[in-house]
Each structure stands twice: as C-alpha cells, then as structure tokens.
C-alpha cells in the first residue's frame, strides 16, 4: 500500500529528536515511536513496528523526568515501508496521524 499524500500544508523535517520519550496510545495498547519523521500545522508522521487501522482515535504521550504531555489525534493512514528502504531500522510502518495543535506540542517536547 503506497500513502497518497493528503495534507494540504507544508511539512517541517524534525532535525533532531527529543530527549524525552514519545509513545502512542490506543485503546488496546501503548507503542514506542520509534522516530517522529515531520510535523505540519495538522498532523505528524512517525515509524512504528506496529500496522495501525485508519481512523483509529490514538494518543501521542511525550515524557521526561518531570513532564509529560498529551495529545488526541487519529491515525490518518499506515502504510508499510518497503523491503530495503533505507528508514527500516525506525519502524516497520509509516503511520501519518492528524493531531489537534501538533506544532504547540512538538514546541513544548522541543522538537520545533
């Protein structure tokens, strides 16, 4: 399945990850994020070793030692990475997730 790209702003490339830790909620269980690729005013882009269903309401949990940080948001689309892409090593999936306010969050964890 190849994603069909959906956003209508532009994308920011993350140039450096957090130091703290990012995880995503569903209603059945927690996942690590592996990497957050990039951010736009509506959504943000992340490699899980987890196939994600369209549509799924999610949460996107941020920590350090003395803050953590919520944030609701729905899995826009999830789409396998190919056998040899060079990106592999962060996750299995591609998951495009729309959140309410991403840049806000991702300019308190830091990250923007």
Not at 15 to 30: C, E, H, I, N, V
Not at 52 to 61: A, F, K, P, Q, W
Not at 68 to 93: I, N, P
Request: aromatic share 8%.
């Amino acid at each position: 399945m190849t994603a069909v790209e959906q956003r209508k702003h532009p994308r920011h490339v993350i140039g450096r990850q957090s130091p703290g830790k990012f995880r995503l909620l569903t209603p059945a269980a927690a996942y690590p994020i592996a990497e957050i690729r990039d951010i736009s005013s509506s959504g943000i882009r992340v490699f899980l070793d987890v196939r994600l269903t369209e549509r799924l309401e999610i949460v996107v949990e941020y920590s350090e030692a003395t803050l953590k940080l919520e944030m609701k948001g729905r899995v826009a689309w999830c789409t396998e990475q190919t056998d040899g892409a060079a990106t592999m090593e962060h996750g299995r999936y591609i998951v495009g997730i729309e959140l309410f306010s991403p840049l806000l969050f991702m300019s308190m964890a830091g990250l923007y």
